[in-house]
C-alpha cells in the first residue's frame, strides 16, 4: 500500500508500531531520532510519517510542517500532551490527525488507514 515513516524514540513502540503497520498492509520504516526525517523523506517516496514530539533532534511542529512543505507524505502526530491547545496547533499545522499516549498501536494503524484511504 505505502512506505510509512514511524520516527520514535521508544524502541518498543516504534516495534509494535511497525508490526501494525505490516499488518495493515503498509511498509514500516523506523526512525529513533528526528534529525534523520527530512533527508529520509527527500530520498524516499512516504505515504505518512508517524512523528512522536518527544522524538530526539527537532521540534516535533517544526519537522511537521517542513515535511508538509517537502513532500506529499500526510503527518501523524503522536504526544504525551492531551491539551485541547496541543491539538489545535497540530490541527493549524496541517497534520492528518493527533493521537495522545499512552496509544493503542492497532488503534492508530486502523484509524490512519482509513484516514489515507
Known amino acids: 500500500m505505502g512506505n510509512i515513516l514511524i520516527v520514535v524514540s521508544d524502541t518498543q513502540l516504534l516495534g509494535d508500531l511497525s508490526d501494525c503497520c505490516r499488518e495493515e498492509g503498509f511498509t514500516p520504516h523506523g526512525l529513533t531520532d528526528g534529525s534523520f526525517v527530512l533527508p ?23 519537522l511537521s510542517r517542513e515535511i508538509l512543505s517537502s513532500s506529499n507524505a500526510s503527518v501523524f502526530v503522536l504526544t504525551k500532551n492531551d491539551s485541547e491547545t ?15 499516549k499512552p496509544l493503542k498501536p492497532a488503534v492508530v494503524f486502523s484509524q490512519i488507514k482509513s484516514l489515507l484511504s
Do not use: P
Open 40 to 62: 529520509w523523506v527527500g530520498e524516499r517516496d512516504a505515504l505518512a510519517v508517524i512523528l512522536d514530539t518527544s522524538a530526539g533532534g527537532v521540534n516535533g511542529a517544526v
Open 86 to 100: 496541543d491539538q489545535l496547533k497540530a490541527d493549524g499545522l496541517g497534520v492528518k490527525a493527533y493521537f495522545s
